[in-house]
Every structure is written in structure tokens, then in C-alpha cells.
């Protein structure tokens, strides 16, 4: 039972490179997110997807690009890594909800970035 | 803008008492509210999620109550065991996940 898959689980960058990481779920939701979480902080929002080809941005969206080129896989990136955007990232996937149930959440185990 | 407040920040209780978790929220136009766990190091599990029209859900030991009015929910773990010792996040919003607000938890300790 994958469920939702993160990689890389740890990264360290220095200020200015770029890096990508990988969401992928096996549960065929159609959608998807990605959150980061700060001590402190509630989780918050970077972007979301509703569909393949589909994205959107959350509450802080800026820094960051994502793409949903199939169903399974949702990916974040860093064009230019900033000091404030050391943090843990974290995928979640769900299905769309009906009328009267929103769906389930399931994350990822995250990933640990370090911006040095 | 939705404020979520979770109090205490952390909260240790002897293995076998019962015990309630707290969450309060700025505004009550909510489609439901859920109740997550995470662990040290790991993503969250959606433990319980009450939709608007209800006032309570139960899995297990786990009961989650909602009072809309108030703002306020509180998750009650009866018979406490040293497995329950984790972070326990609230989060609440309209319809849709995309707009949910997280608090920012309570780091539950069972002392065997």
C-alpha cells in the first residue's frame, strides 16, 4: 500500500539552485496538493490540482511552479531557492467529494528542505 | 480571514486517563471540520471528519464533537495508551480542501 509518495525525503540547497520534487499516488484521486509546514505555523497551502493538466494556486503560491502532466504524479519546483523556504513539504491527495462529503486527505511523509 | 487555535500547544496525561483536545475557530461558516494525527516525522492521517450538518463523530476511541455556534470542537480519546502520543491537528473550511485552515496542533504525550 504506497498510498502517497514523496521524493526526495531530504534535501539541502544552497541559495539560487533549483530543484524539483515529486508527488505520486496509486489511488487514482483526482486531486492533489501541496502544502509546506513552518514551526509555529498551521500547514499552509502552496498550490493545488483538480485534474491532470490542471493547477492552481493556494495561499502561498509565490517561489514556487507545479505541473500535473499525469493523474498519478504532481510536482512541485523551485526555480531559485530562498533562506525562507526551508521548511518540510508536504504532498496530499483525495479524491474530488460529492455534493455533501468532501474527500478524504492523505499525505505524504514529507520532504525536508534546507536552504542554506 | 479563518483564525484556528489549538490550546494547550502540548499536553501530558498518564496512560489509561481520558482526555480532550481542543480546537477553536473565528468563523462558524464552515462546510466541516477535520481532526488529523501525525507523527513524529510523518505526514498526517485523517483521524475524523464532521461534516457541517452533524455534531459529532465517533471512530473507535475517538469521539469529535462540533459546535458550529460556539466555534469551537473538541476531539475526546477515551483510555489513553502510550500509541496515542503524537501531534494532533485540526482544520476547518468551507467546502472544498483546497480552503481548509489548519491549526497549528497539540502535541500529546502518554506517560506509561
Known amino acids: 500500500n504506497a498510498g502517497v509518495t514523496q521524493t526526495p525525503k531530504f534535501r539541502v540547497l544552497k541559495t539560487g539552485q533549483s530543484m524539483t520534487l515529486l508527488c505520486a499516488q496509486d489511488m487514482n484521486h483526482e486531486y492533489m496538493y501541496w502544502y509546506r509546514q513552518d514551526p509555529g505555523m498551521g500547514l499552509r497551502l502552496i498550490h493545488y490540482?483538480?485534474?491532470?493538466?490542471?493547477?492552481a494556486k493556494g495561499e502561498v503560491p509565490d517561489g514556487y511552479n507545479v505541473s500535473r502532466l499525469k493523474k498519478q504524479n504532481f510536482l512541485l519546483g523551485l526555480e531559485s531557492a530562498a533562506p525562507s523556504q526551508t521548511s518540510v513539504y508536504f504532498c496530499?491527495?483525495?479524491?474530488?467529494?460529492?455534493?455533501?462529503?468532501?474527500?478524504?486527505?492523505?499525505f505524504g511523509e514529507g520532504s525536508r528542505l534546507t536552504v542554506l | 480571514k479563518q483564525e484556528v487555535t489549538q490550546i494547550p500547544a502540548a499536553l501530558s496525561v498518564p496512560e489509561g486517563e481520558n482526555l480532550v483536545l481542543n480546537c477553536s475557530f473565528t468563523?462558524?461558516?464552515?462546510?466541516?471540520l477535520q481532526w488529523f494525527r501525525q507523527d513524529p516525522g510523518k505526514g498526517l492521517t485523517s483521524l475524523l471528519l464532521i461534516q457541517s450538518s452533524q455534531r459529532e463523530q465517533t471512530s473507535g476511541r475517538l469521539n469529535a464533537s462540533l459546535d458550529k455556534s460556539s466555534g469551537r470542537s473538541t476531539l475526546y480519546i477515551a483510555a489513553s495508551q502510550p500509541g496515542d502520543s503524537a501531534t494532533y491537528l485540526c482544520a476547518v473550511g468551507p467546502f472544498g480542501n483546497e480552503k481548509l485552515t489548519f491549526g497549528t496542533g497539540t502535541r500529546l504525550t502518554i506517560i506509561p
Open positions: 490540482s483538480v485534474g491532470e493538466g490542471t493547477t
Open positions: 468563523d462558524s461558516a464552515i462546510y466541516n
Open positions: 496530499a491527495s483525495s479524491h474530488a467529494g460529492t455534493s455533501s462529503h468532501t474527500g478524504e486527505l492523505f
